[in-house]
């Protein structure tokens, strides 16, 4: 079974500034998903950004990029010039194909003006 | 296009009651996913759907839950005599097809609390 780890449970950043999410996992599979999902107060789930293990290129949307290191098994998600409104849960998820996501605990990030 | 419905937003029972959730999946999706997030804690997977079938049920308990998702309306989850720890935000997602190409579409949840 596939498992996805946030050991950060709570992380804060200065406006502006930049921080990075850390996510390892475990599984057997050469072929799968990893993505970033954010869920603010509102509790909606929203997408961040999405990585193909079999591309080596790191995935980035706008300031939001990862570091993907398959080897490690680890995905982590930096953010850069960090905003007010970035503060959220964010969650790692896996994805092995055809099967079902599987969520990390979450890591609480507040952005400090 | 509307997102994926979710309703109610907020559900109050006492124990020992039902409770029913609804999810409206995006229009042209057919897969739909049930999960629970506990207080402080991530999302646990419940249940998926597919048009009037069960795909996996791994995640829901074996009592007094269910799960459908009939050929026409809405997928449900129901919730026999709940108890205080049935307390937490129901999330349905849905996508039209079960691969990481289409990516999980999140309603906003329903909170239920037991009292």
């Known amino acids: 079974a596939q498992t996805v780890t946030q050991s950060q449970p709570e992380m804060s950043v200065q406006e502006a500034e930049t921080v990075t999410l850390s996510c390892t996992y475990d599984?057997?599979?050469?072929?799968?998903?990893l993505f970033w999902y954010k869920q603010p107060p509102s509790r909606q789930m929203i997408l961040v950004i999405r990585?193909?293990?079999?591309?080596?290129q790191n995935a980035t949307e706008n300031r939001f990029s990862v570091n993907f290191q398959k080897a490690a098994k680890s995905f982590s998600l930096k953010i850069s010039d960090s905003q007010l409104g970035d503060t959220a849960m964010y969650f790692c998820?896996?994805?092995?194909?055809?099967?079902?996501?599987?969520f990390g605990p979450g890591t609480r990030l507040s952005v400090l003006p | 296009n509307a997102g994926v419905m979710q309703n109610p937003r907020h559900l109050v029972r006492r124990r020992g009651q039902e409770a029913r959730l609804r999810c409206s999946p995006m229009?042209?999706?057919?897969?739909v996913y049930w999960y629970r997030q506990l207080p402080e804690e991530g999302l646990k997977f419940m249940v998926y759907?597919?048009?009037?079938?069960?795909?996996?049920e791994s995640g829901m308990p074996k009592e007094r839950f269910s799960a459908e998702f009939p050929k026409e309306g809405p997928s449900i989850l129901r919730i026999q005599q709940v108890v205080r720890g049935d307390s937490a935000a129901y999330f349905c997602?849905?996508?039209?097809?079960?691969?990481?190409?289409?990516?999980?579409?999140f309603g906003n949840g329903t909170r239920l609390t037991v009292t």
């Open positions: 997602a849905s996508s039209p097809a079960p691969n990481p190409d289409s990516p999980l579409h």
């Open positions: 599984t057997s599979e050469s072929n799968y998903y």
């Open positions: 990585q193909e293990a079999y591309k080596q």
């Open positions: 998820a896996f994805m092995g194909y055809g099967q079902n996501f599987v």
């Open positions: 229009k042209g999706h057919s897969h």
């Open positions: 759907l597919q048009k009037e079938n069960i795909i996996d």
